[in-house]
């Protein structure tokens, strides 16, 4: 009995240091985190009329973005 539960404390240890050795898993950003919010990438995934790093672009497809999710403004 004592040696099953040595056995059991053995794989046990040894499973709680395997996963203190696990790297992190975790997305790189490609944006940084001090960059203004209206600067992005320029790809196929954003939404036309809007330049990156111009802030009034990005001022108006904000203000569009939130008409069309205002319940009020749609039944109008």
């Not at 040595?6 to 794989?11: E, Y």
């Not at 330049?51 to 009034?56: H, L, Q």
Request: with cysteine; hydrophobic share 40%.
């Amino acid at each position: 009995m004592m040696k099953k539960l040595s056995l059991v404390a053995l794989i046990a240890t040894s499973f709680a240091l395997v996963a203190c050795s696990e790297k992190p898993q975790g997305v790189v950003a490609a944006k940084k985190g001090d960059e203004k919010s209206h600067v992005a990438a320029d790809n196929n995934y954003v939404i036309k009329g809007w330049t990156s790093g111009d802030s009034a672009s990005w001022e108006k497809q904000l203000k569009t973005r939130s008409l069309g999710q205002d319940d009020y403004a749609k039944s109008k």
